[in-house]
């Protein structure tokens, strides 16, 4: 089943791959589980969900690019974009107003989902 991208999709996806890819426009945090390997493992896994180009309609339905699965050296690594209000306490009044909003990006191991 192809997916079909509105304006609005389109927007917000580019905005999520910004915080993804270059780390502009929000925060990154990393769970427990992640942040206590080896740092050169996790700089591998950093670079290998910047480079992360295999959304598809059962981890993206909304062709937003907020969600992703992938292995690095045997471990399953998620990552998930979240958007919230600036005080990051609620959800995003409007995931469309970078102005608005502060996107996180949560890098987890898939065990910890």
Do not use: W
């Not at 502009?24 to 493992?41: K, S």
């Not at 045997?74 to 409007?94: C, R």
């Amino acid at each position: 089943m192809a997916q079909t991208t509105s304006p609005t999709d389109t927007h917000v996806r580019d905005l999520n791959d910004k915080v993804r890819q270059h780390r502009i426009g929000g925060r990154v945090v990393l769970t427990r589980g992640l942040a206590a390997l080896n740092p050169a493992l996790i700089a591998k896994i950093d670079r290998a969900v910047r480079a992360f180009d295999a959304p598809t309609p059962d981890n993206d339905p909304y062709n937003e690019h907020d969600f992703g699965s992938l292995t690095v050296e045997g471990y399953v690594v998620m990552f998930k974009i979240d958007a919230y209000d600036l005080d990051l306490q609620y959800a995003s009044p409007d995931p469309r107003d970078p102005d608005v909003i502060c996107r996180v990006l949560t890098l987890m191991l898939a065990e910890e989902y």
